[in-house]
């Protein structure tokens, strides 16, 4: 899937342009760069490889969070199906999340106390939302749904 990446911070852009600048680190829109495979996604959906079953994030949403009660939408994401590594040489860097194509969050991650997961707390309650996962050896992985 095509997207504008970061060079600094590899955030991908998916709306089809490139950001005055950054959302994640504020490099300005010469840092970025057009390319065709920026993400990777499932070959054939209802088939999925290992390696897709393993960094395409698996996405829960849950529309009654127990942590702020006055209306908020849990999102749960790990990754993925197959549960992703967590050592020094190979594990997920980060995973961002949009709603409606425009950025909201990134959750860094570290290998060696964090599982390949991370969870967000929503005001919207509707909307096209997408989590893009980088992982440091295979590259970005998306899943779409929506809200
Ligand atoms: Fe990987």
Known sequence: M???MCKICKYISIDGT??????VCGA???AFEEKENAINTAKDAANLTELEKKHIPAVKVIKTCGLIP??????????GEIQHPM???????HI??????K????????????NPAGALHLK??????SVIELCNIHGAWIKELDL
């Open 124 to 129: 919207a309650k509707v909307g096209r939302l």
């Open 28 to 30: 300005p829109k010469t």
């Open 103 to 114: 950025f909201i969050s990134r959750i860094v991650l570290t290998p060696e106390k964090l």
């Open 2 to 4: 095509k997207g504008y």
């Open 18 to 23: 490139a950001p005055a600048n950054c959302p």
């Open 87 to 93: 050592q020094p040489e190979h594990y997920i860097v």
């Open 70 to 79: 006055d209306g908020c939408t849990d999102v749960h994401a790990k990754i």
């Open 96 to 101: 961002d999340f949009y709603i409606d194509k």
